[in-house]
Each structure stands twice: as C-alpha cells, then as structure tokens.
C-alpha cells in the first residue's frame, strides 16, 4: 500500500468494497432469515391483520337492548402532580 505505484482509483475502489461486501454479507443473512421464516417481516403481519374477517354486527334490535343496558361511565382519578426538582443555587464567589 505503501508503494508510489498505487493509484488513487485502485485505492478507492478498496474503500468501496470494504464498506459493500459487509453490507451484502449482513443483507444475505438478513434473506435467508426471512426465507427460512425465523424472523417475521412486519409489513407481512400488518398483511395478515388485514386479511382477517371483522367480525358479524349484532342485529338493530340487539343494538338497541345493549345500548339500554350501557354502564355507566367510570370516574377517573384525580391526576397526581408532579413536583418539579429543585434546582441548585449558584454560589456567588
């Protein structure tokens, strides 16, 4: 490397292919992974979301029983404030 007949192209085409043949190394493991189903693409389970029935609406006059027998609505909590950390003094010299 040390050589003067060493050219800046051949040095720079060794660059890029230190920095592609681990790239292509980690995306083939990456493939095969998926391939041999050991790992599961999440746009493939939003696909199966997707895919499943939704389930039968309830008949009008089920709706309106149900509707009559509605709970009623629960009180939350009272929220808890958080105190703020006190801050330290700056001391004058």
């Known amino acids: ?3 003067p007949s060493t050219s800046p ?8 292919l ?3 043949i681990p790239l292509g190394i980690l995306f083939g493991i990456s493939y095969l ?3 041999l189903e050991l790992i ?24 309106e029983i149900f509707a ?11 929220s808890v404030k958080k105190k703020k950390p006190a801050t330290p ?3 004058e010299s």
């Open 68 to 78: 009559e027998e509605a709970p009623a609505p629960v009180k939350k909590p009272k």
């Open 40 to 63: 599961v693409d999440q746009s493939e389970e939003a696909e199966a979301e997707e895919e499943q029935p939704e389930p039968q609406q309830a008949a009008p006059e089920a709706a």
């Open 9 to 16: 192209i051949i040095m720079g085409l060794l660059f890029v």
């Open 1 to 3: 490397m040390n050589e």
């Open 18 to 20: 230190r920095c592609l």
């Open 89 to 91: 003094k700056k001391k």
């Open 33 to 35: 992974l998926r391939r």
